[in-house]
């Protein structure tokens, strides 16, 4: 216990990192894969490529993905830029078959009373078809966050990896406080998150709390 | 950087022997493949269990759901530093992470039969057991497959990191080349993980066409239509 103590500031600092390390990718996923889902919604060839394409990038061993990319976009081995980029890649693998589903699942009655009441194409798929994706989408997002979090600490294996670094901190050291501390911490930010978006979903859609008690 | 890369992995010298790329495969795989079944014995009859039974869900999803933010790394330090180094602590840890993706979609195909499906499999007067293994595993089949899909790509990733706790495998190549400040070695193992992954990959997308019954697929034409099977009937009829 004196160890966290003592500690308490790397803890800190290692819990900043894990978190900026494991958020800043899920955004970018987002902001990357809904414009590149609604292409593919709209140029419906593009859908399953794209998915199948992400399934074969989910598949790559995140510590294959950290040490190859350097090679392939010239950042430093030992960047965070490559943990960054690593975890984006697996958000859009992940999220743009949800973005896809998510759109798709708009009914077609509802595009069409959109449409004829004079809605434009970005105004339409901005405060319509998004909204409506809204669960299916935070499906994926949890799922990403969730990954995400548990992921960054292997890059702690290079030399970036935020609560990670306490893994390898107490393995070298043979100490196993740190390792707990950093499993404990991991898995609350996972679940906090997650808490997190649950209840993001639940603000950004009114009408399924309105309507969940009458269908019940 | 890339050319390091091809000077290495086209070096026969690096192939050969006992640290040759061959043999590094070969425990990779080895690795993989222990954990794996390990896994597999111990989640597939738990998860069957609670599928048929449809008690226990609250356990399987959310052991799938914690695994999910296990720290691979955390994990497989704290296994090492309580059991000890060897290959046993880190058998342990592979199979610990690939037990819940199984679990958790044997779990949800075997639940995810349809009621009537299995009334109708009773009312024909099928056994609990023949239940099970004439209607609910076989339709549940593509799930398990999937779960053990993603329990491989899981134990894949982490056998290369295991190395980090002084085991052999790919992941060798990755942590001795950190430690020479190696590139070329560290990007070999690296794309061979990737390679192994995306090949283990497609075989079991291929044993999930085959094995799979055909009236599941969809690759042969049925009678009727599941997708409009709960629309309403048209007027008239």
Known sequence: MTWIGDNSVLIWEQLREHLFLALLPMVLGLLISVPLGYVATRFSWLANPLVALGGVLYSLPSIALFIVLPALIGTKVLSAANIVIALTIYAVSLLIRNVIDGLRSVPEDVLQAAVSVGYGTLRRVITIDLPIAVPVIFAGLRVVTVANISMVSVGAIIGIGGLGELFTLGFQQDFLTPILVGVVLSLALALLADVALVGLQRILTPWARVNTPKEA | ?237
């Open chain 2, 1 to 237: 950087m890339l050319q390091g890369f091809l000077d290495f992995i086209s070096d026969s010298a690096n192939w050969a022997g006992a640290e040759g790329i061959g043999n590094r495969i070969l425990q990779h795989l080895g690795y993989t493949f222990l954990s794996l079944a390990i896994a597999a014995l111990i989640a597939l009859p738990i998860g069957l269990l609670i599928g048929h039974t449809r008690r226990g869900a609250f356990l399987a999803i959310n052991t799938g759901n914690a695994a999910r933010a296990l720290p691979t790394l955390g994990l497989l330090t704290l296994i090492v530093l309580l059991i000890g180094i060897g290959r046993v602590p880190v058998i342990i840890a592979l199979v610990v992470l690939g037990i819940p993706p199984i679990m958790a979609s044997t779990y949800a195909g075997v639940s995810g039969v349809d009621r009537s499906t299995i009334d109708a499999a009773r009312g024909m007067g099928m056994t609990g057991r023949e239940i099970l293994t004439k209607v609910e595993i076989p339709i549940a089949l593509p799930l398990i497959i999937s779960g053990l899909r993603s329990a491989t790509l899981q134990i894949v990733s982490t056998a290369t990191v295991a190395a980090y706790v002084a085991l052999g495998g790919l992941g060798r190549y990755v942590i001795d080349g950190l430690s020479l400040r190696d590139f070329p070695q560290m990007l070999t193992g690296a794309v061979l993980v990737a390679v192994l992954a995306i090949l283990l990959d497609l075989v079991f997308a291929a044993i999930a066409r085959y094995a799979v019954s055909a009236g599941l697929t969809g690759r042969v034409r049925r009678n009727t239509d599941t997708k409009t099977s709960t629309a309403p009937a048209p007027a008239g009829v």
